[in-house]
T-cell receptor, first 113, second 117 residues
Framework: GESVGLHLPTLSVQEGDNSIINCAYS??????FIWYKQESGKGPQFIID?????DKRQGQRVTVLLNKTVKHLSLQIAATQPGDSAVYFC????????????FGTGTRLLVSP | DTEVTQTPKHLVMGMTNKKSLKCEQH?????MYWYKQKAKKPPELMFV???????INESVPSRFSPECPNSSLLNLHLHALQPEDSALYLC????????????????FGPGTRLTVL
């Protein structure tokens, strides 16, 4: 079946460090992969997405890398700030329909000042 | 207006109660979604409405009954719930591509935290 998972449940970093959050997925036919940030008491917030025909995409302070060979997705956050503390979910759009979003298990990022 | 709003923020109900969760967006989105999120777990899709019609039901028990009265509103009617239904219920909305041919970003509301006693 389809599954999207994460290697690390919690990542602790110091303010100013670069953070890398990893995700493994199993459905090689998925079209899109997305990273969401969920702060306490809030709904998930879109960060960045990448289409399956790309291997890298950059946003403001964030970069997503896609390695289809090993079915691995990562989110890099540059100069991590305390406001980046949240749970980060990777998610995929399976090839069964563009409205079905399948979330991974999540990684909690803790940023110390 | 780029927000999805949900009411109430918190809801406590007994197993014999009937209650409703409400969701509203004014972004002109024609797809709306209900997700269920248990503590420390990822959101799980429950229902999708496209153009006010139910397009996806992820085998959700009938004690959850969705309704989309117009393009801006989405309701989730609850009846005879079980304690294990306690969770954060998230609403989301997105644009719809012709023939559902491409992905559109989903915008999430803050959720309703439901406790079933």
């Amino acid at each position: 079946g389809e599954s999207v998972g994460l290697h690390l449940p919690t990542l602790s970093v110091q303010e100013g460090d670069n953070s890398i959050i990893n995700c493994a997925y199993s459905n090689s036919a998925s079209d899109y992969f997305i990273w969401y940030k969920q702060e306490s008491g809030k709904g998930p917030q879109f960060i960045i997405d990448i289409r399956s025909n790309m291997d890298k995409r950059q946003g403001q302070r964030v970069t997503v890398l896609l390695n289809k060979t090993v079915k691995h997705l990562s989110l890099q956050i540059a100069a991590t700030q305390p406001g980046d503390s949240a749970v980060y979910f990777c998610a995929e759009i399976p090839n069964t329909g563009f409205q079905k979003l399948v979330f991974g298990t999540g990684t909690r990022l803790l940023v110390s000042p | 207006d780029t927000e999805v709003t949900q009411t109430p923020k918190h809801l406590v109900m007994g197993m014999t109660n009937k209650k409703s969760l409400k969701c509203e967006q004014h972004m002109g989105h024609r797809a709306m979604y209900w997700y269920k999120q248990k503590a420390k777990k990822p959101p799980e899709l429950m229902f999708v409405y496209s153009y006010e019609k139910l397009s996806i039901n992820e085998s959700v028990p009938s004690r959850f009954s969705p309704e989309c009265p117009n393009s801006s509103l989405l309701n989730l009617h609850l009846h005879a719930l079980q304690p294990e239904d306690s969770a954060l219920y998230l609403c989301a909305s997105s644009q719809v591509s012709p023939s559902d041919s491409s992905y559109n970003e989903q915008f999430f509301g803050p959720g309703t935290r439901l406790t079933v006693l």
